[in-house]
């Protein structure tokens, strides 16, 4: 069974940056395309950011494009979230997982989810 541990999450103000970072591990594999989602309150989970398993290729939702970017060690199973210009509408509790290859922005999950990090961007 994969496990997740994402970290980095806290609290933020606006137009300020955080860097969440994913530890991957579990079965033997080949280190996927992998995304982070997020998941608000009262809303559902959404896939944000994702990159290719050669880690050459990214993709992102509009609401972060130019202000978030993702990236991916293949040595040490890790994905990263570098957030910058935050705004009040990105709190949210992030998670990272497994993304279908051909579509970075379709969810293709383990089955499993970490415990997820919460970012709190106020004022």
Not at 39 to 62: F, N, V
């Amino acid at each position: 069974q994969v496990q997740l541990v994402e970290s980095g999450g806290g609290l933020v103000q606006p137009g300020g940056s955080l860097r969440l970072s994913c530890a991957v591990s579990g079965s033997t594999f080949s280190f996927p395309a992998m995304g982070w989602y997020r998941q608000a309150p009262g809303k559902q989970r959404e896939l944000i950011a994702g990159i290719s398993a050669s880690g050459r290729t990214t993709d992102y939702a509009d609401s972060v494009k130019g202000r978030f970017t993702i990236s991916k060690d293949n040595a040490k199973n890790t994905v990263d979230l570098q957030m910058n210009s935050l705004k009040v509408e990105d709190t949210a509790v992030y998670y990272c997982n497994r993304v279908r290859g051909a579509s970075l922005l379709v969810p293709n999950d383990f089955g499993s989810w970490g415990q997820g990090t919460q970012v709190t961007v106020s004022s």
